[in-house]
């Protein structure tokens, strides 16, 4: 079993910054193995991609949506994956969760990855 911890969230004005971590740990899970992922959910919307990491942290994808303004990135030594934020508009508010994606899986649908942690609240007012 995997435990993903997602902290970082909050209530920031439009154009600031937050900083998104997520702490992963499993008895027999090895954090390096597995691409990871950002998705976010609104109200009445369907979760959607925001970003992912490769194993090693040297490949990124982004939506069209946050392309520019997030960095995604990951410590393998600490099993710790992040989301930089900057420039947030209103549409960035949500859910955040972290995610593991299954080694198969599509990277950018939801329906790719396997794990998923609680969830830390973004609002961004305008």
């Known amino acids: 079993q995997v435990q993903l911890v997602e902290s970082g969230g909050g209530l920031v004005q439009a154009g600031g910054s937050l900083r998104l971590s997520c702490a992963a740990s499993g008895r027999t899970f090895t954090f390096s193995n597995y691409y990871m992922g950002w998705f976010r959910q609104a109200p009445g919307l369907e979760r959607e991609f925001v970003a992912a990491?490769?194993?090693?942290?040297?490949?990124?994808h982004y939506a069209d949506s946050v392309k520019g303004r997030f960095a995604i990135s990951r410590d393998n030594a600490k099993n710790m994956v992040y989301l930089i934020m900057n420039s947030l508009k209103p549409e960035d508010t949500g859910v955040y969760y972290c995610?593991?994606?299954?080694?198969?899986?599509?990277?950018?649908?939801?329906?790719?990855?396997?794990?998923w942690g609680q969830g830390t609240q973004v609002t961004v007012s305008s």
């Open positions: 995610a593991v994606r299954n080694a198969v899986g599509n990277t950018w649908s939801a329906l790719g990855y396997d794990y």
């Open positions: 990491v490769s194993w090693s942290g040297g490949t990124t």
